[in-house]
């Protein structure tokens, strides 16, 4: 999440009760979490496992709770929880807003576009020119949505992240992260019938022009599809995912968080994906693996029987 105007280190230090350490005289641009950090960005960390990674990403500003080295021209918000600062300045940058109408007054609606009865469309949506929005879609807050895009009935898109803060030593474990981020959905993307895509956590969540998506297919928060990508019904993909141009899903599909799979690869109906792919390749299986040697596996494991027939005649 970008902020409006860039905020003074400072100012949000004094906002969480935070110390301050390193460069106290930064700007902040925007928050965010770990996978999708940007120079000018606030992230937090809360456990010695992830603090190198966290203070030498790109990240400038860096909300910890313990004292330690900070790098070069970045800056340290030390305080004892680093969640609840998280959350406190989402909050405050992206307070809730209660809905009080069906189409907010502050979402803007291009030339030409279709919006069918009983859709739902939040505080600060853009949507462009020429779309057709099929009955009771739910287009969530700060989503945005390009030109000539088709959503069909009953899907919502800007559901709050699947993303959660896990401490095992309090009585509730899962404690949710609140989702600031967007899903941007560019121009020509057709979205079937009840599908879901959340918004990032902090960043966006985004369709690449042209894709189409079947019926009920779910994508994860901060997921990323390129150019042209076809997903058929039922595909689940995780989040911070992302797919190249071109990449098709057969059905069924299931796809693991953080990998990539690169532009023009194919994966056939009901393999999951537990790893990054390379692209211009077809896959099959769980874990998917090339096709051709997958299904060279299968002949083999369907002979088993008949082998095991032999070696014990020949006993």
Known sequence: MKF??????????NLIGAELAGNTEGMATGINELHKVEPGDLVFVDHPKYYNKCLYSEATFIIINQKTECPEGKALLIVDNPFEAYQTIVRHFRPFKPAVKPISDSATIGEGTYIAPNVYIGHEVSIGKDCFIGPNVTIMDHCVIGDNVIIQAGTVIGSDAFYYNTKKDRAVWYRKMESCGRVVIESDVEIGAGCTIDRGVSHDTRLGRGSKLDNMVHIGHDTVLGANCLLAAQVGIAGATTLGNGVILWGQVGISKTLSIGDNAVVLAQSGV??????????????AEDASTKKRELVWVKRIPEIWEKIKGNK
């Open 4 to 13: 409006p105007a860039p905020v003074s280190v400072k100012w949000i230090a």
């Open 274 to 287: 537990g790893g990054t792919l390379e692209g211009g390749k077809v896959y099959f299986g769980s874990p």
